[in-house]
């Protein structure tokens, strides 16, 4: 029996004392590790009284709310990245989640102008550079294009959601035509076929394969301070936070979505606004390695120690609109050939 299947059955159970009226609950589906969100649930749970029921899966979640319709169990969506946030809404499987408290704490740029999603964490999309051969510590993204990079770049895919958002974010600031033309000069300063995954790059990048890497912000913290194996690959790099010309640092979200049949919406509602409230901010960011999406939350000291965070002010709704055109563009300029 898969992980999941056993999973789907466990929850299964769980749901039947919701049809005998039993204690308040809300029904979580999630791409996050269990280890990673259970904390937090805990604290919710003995803050509130209302229990939480997890799902926890690597894909395949939207489908499922899809498919089970308006008998969906689920309430609540618990996601990373924009690009799974945008499928969710265009599923058709979410509601506005019409709350004056996210309205009020989660500043507009990182929340659904139809109030369908809100952010609750970010994490930047930023350069491993190699210590020892790369002197700078600072970079805007459209310097990447620039031939002094030649040979001396890695990249995960370009059609990977993490970079589709980067290359998205840079149609809505740049136009069409001139991402096209960054793209192009990206993809020619490559030192690899894109490959591997954020981790992967800051190996090639220790292993003197290229000189800088792209990768998310938790990924390097991890590395440095959860996993021995890695922490090699942390050491050899610094992470420089680039900017857009005249802007800040591309930021993605993980956020939360309201199901459209949310069977426990109220609780799904009052989970969401604990969410974004200042212990909530703090366990999630700091287990995650990520910014809080609260204004005035500390960070955690890893994070806090690659400068600080300006982020580009370009709401990400507009990031998810240029989804396509992003992914278009990729495979127009051959980047993962
Ligand atoms: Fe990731």
Not at 45 to 65: H, P
Not at 167 to 195: C, D, I, M
Request: with cysteine.
């Amino acid at each position: 029996m898969s992980r999941f299947r056993a999973a789907a059955l466990a929850f299964a159970a769980t749901l039947l004392p919701l049809t005998a009226g039993a204690a308040e609950q809300v029904n979580v589906y999630t791409y996050r590790e269990s280890k990673l969100v259970q904390p937090l649930f805990d604290a919710f749970t003995k803050d509130t009284g209302i229990a939480v029921n997890v799902i926890s899966a690597s894909s395949g979640l939207e489908q499922r709310i899809k498919a089970e319709g308006d008998k969906s169990p689920a309430d609540v969506l618990l996601t990373v990245d924009i690009g799974r946030i945008d499928e969710a809404v265009q599923a058709g499987i979410t509601q506005p989640i019409g709350s004056a408290v996210i309205d009020e704490t989660v500043p507009p740029r990182y929340r659904d102008p139809n109030g369908h999603w809100a952010g609750i964490s970010m994490r930047a999309r930023v350069i491993y550079a190699s210590k020892d051969r790369v002197k700078q510590d600072a970079i805007t993204y459209e310097e990447l294009a620039d031939p002094k990079w030649k040979g001396k770049i890695c990249i995960r895919s370009g059609q990977h959601i993490y970079n589709n958002a980067l290359f998205a974010a840079y149609v809505a600031k740049h136009g069409e035509a001139k991402a096209e033309e960054w793209l192009r000069g990206l993809k020619a300063n490559l030192a690899q076929k894109p490959s591997g995954g954020d981790r992967e790059t800051a190996r090639d990048v220790a292993a003197g394969k290229c000189d800088i890497g792209i990768g998310n912000t938790y990924y390097w913290a991890l590395m440095m301070n959860n996993d021995p194996d890695k922490k090699p690959w942390a050491e050899a790099t610094k992470v420089i936070l680039p900017t857009f010309q005249g802007g800040g640092t591309h930021v993605n979200l993980s956020g939360v979505l309201l199901a459209k049949n949310a069977p426990n919406k109220a609780n799904g509602v009052k989970l969401i606004e604990w969410l974004v409230g200042e212990k909530a901010q703090q366990i999630y960011a700091d287990a995650n390695y990520e910014y809080p999406i609260r204004p005035g939350v500390p960070l955690n000291p890893t994070i806090a120690g690659y400068g600080k965070l300006t982020a580009d002010p370009l709401p990400i709704a507009q990031i998810a609109a240029q989804r396509k055109t992003a992914s278009t563009l990729v495979d127009k300029v051959g980047f993962d050939n």
